[in-house]
Structure formats: C-alpha cells, structure tokens
C-alpha cells in the first residue's frame, strides 16, 4: 500500500493542511464512520469506484460520489463507504481557510457533502483527470499545487479577527482560560456581526467550533489510558458534568462511552472508525 500526506508548497501551507493520497487501501470493513474534526475536504477517486454515504441509523446508502466530491465542516458523524483496493487523493484545507479557493461562505456548505463541480466548476474534472493518469505521489502533488495556485482568489480572505479567534480555540480547546465574549470583544464588532463572520468563514459559529476542537481532545486520552476514569477525562476537557460529556460524545461520534471502549478501543485512528 502506498499512502503519503505531504505538506503543500510554501504559497499555500497557510490555508492547506496536507495532502493525502493513498493506493491499494485494503479495509477489513465496508463502512466506517467519520467524526468531524473542523477540516473541510476536496476528495478524489482515482479508481472509478463510486462511494456512498449512507443514513446513520440504518446504514442504507443515501447518496452515491463519483470522481470528485467536496465535504464541508460536518457538524455531526458521517457514514461512508470503505472500498477494497482503493486510490484517493484528498487536499485538506485549515479550518477557515478555504475560502480563497472555494470562492464562496462555508456557511453555504457546512454539514454537507457535495459534488465538487458544484463549487468549483467543470475544471476539476480537468484536475482529476490528471491526478488519474500520473504514475507518481510527486507528479500528483505538483498538480494540486498548481490547481490551488490556479484557484487562488486573495480578495476572498476571513477577516482578520476570525484567524485571531480559530488560533485563540485551537490553542484553548478545552475553553478554560478563554471565553467567547473576551473573543468577540477583541475583534472589535458586535456578537451578531463577529459570529456571522466567523459562521461565513469556517462554516460553524465560534462555540460549535470550539465543541468540536474539544471532543477531538477525547479520542486521543481515551487511546492513551491503560485505565479509563470518564469522570476524569471529562473534568480534564472541561465539561462541567457527566452528562454534558455523555451528550456531547454521543452527538459527535454515535457511541455512549462505554460502548465506544467495547468497540473502537485500540482501533488507533482518532476521526473515522469501521462500524460494519
């Protein structure tokens, strides 16, 4: 299997995560489940295998992607299809970031999963064509770097005050030593008007944003603890009762704790787990 995740070039490691290509992915389960981590997606298949997403509670296929698709900042778990000897390359934009490329509000996309031609016009497909016929990670990565270059519009940016807010969450997931209205006050606008800018450039308002960033703080403890203390990890995530913290992993991930221990415990990745 080949599978690489490299940075993209320096004009666009800023907005861009990573890269994440991947060939001859051999699961041993057929759906996994996906748990939103505040990243939007632009997804590829390079071996004409079409995916679903399927509904949550009964796992019937919903809706079916072929060649390029973009996922928005899901708000809740997704299902998905996990194919056989599959070839994906996906970009994965900053949270906030997208907006100089996608050229429209996240708001108009969150909680979404779409075709991309719907955002980006037919020159994906142009795109994915060549992704499809280079032989080499290099080759395919040069192309996407050329394509964001190509995309690149620097007149749609998040205002200066949202990029200030996302570091001021990321560095402070679990909200102890930061609060909202010291956040809004520093950007110099009005609630109303900080959290409509904020909700057009990453997709979510700062306080789902912030849920998000601090259930993502829970898988990683929950994997490294020989000894599982719920009480504990939910102390240590700020949640300021048991039942919060109940409520928030079962919204965020489908599982009550206790039954996430019985059936991802060790599973090792911390955003997508195989349930059939």
């Given at each position: 299997m080949i599978f690489e995740m490299p940075r993209p070039s320096a004009s666009h490691d800023k907005y861009v995560e990573c890269f994440i290509y991947f060939k001859g992915y051999m699961p041993q389960h057929s759906i996994e489940r996906v748990v939103p981590d505040g990243h939007v997606y632009l997804i590829f298949e390079l071996d004409n295998l079409?995916?679903?997403t399927y509904i949550n509670d009964s796992l019937k296929p919903d809706r079916t992607f072929t060649k390029c698709w973009f996922s928005g900042l899901q708000k809740n778990y997704i299902s998905i299809s996990a194919l056989p000897d599959s070839e994906m390359f996906v970009i994965k934009f900053k949270p906030g970031e997208a907006i100089p490329y996608l050229h429209t509000t996240l708001d108009e996309v969150s909680n979404s999963v779409i075709p991309a031609e719907q955002i980006l016009g037919e020159a994906v497909f142009e795109l994915r064509e060549k992704l499809f016929n280079t032989n080499t990670p290099k080759e395919k990565f040069d192309l996407a770097n050329q394509f964001l270059t190509d995309l690149f519009y620097s007149d749609f940016q998040p205002h200066e005050s949202?990029?200030?807010a996302i570091e001021r969450l990321q560095c402070d997931p679990e909200f102890f030593d930061t609060t909202m209205m010291q956040i809004i006050?520093?950007?110099g606008f009005s609630k109303k008007h900080f959290i409509d800018l904020f909700k057009k450039?990453?997709?979510v308002t700062p306080k789902y944003f912030q849920?998000?960033?601090r259930f993502n703080c829970i898988i990683p403890k929950v994997q490294q603890e020989q000894e599982i203390s719920w009480p504990q990890i939910s102390a240590e995530c700020g949640f300021y009762d048991q039942a919060h913290f109940i409520r928030e992993f079962r919204q965020f991930s489908g599982y009550n704790p206790e039954s996430f221990l019985t059936e991802q415990r060790g599973h090792?990745?911390?955003n997508?787990?195989?349930?059939?």
């Open positions: 079409p995916r679903y949202v990029y200030k006050e520093e950007s450039s990453v997709g849920r998000i960033l090792g990745e911390v997508f787990f195989p349930i059939q």
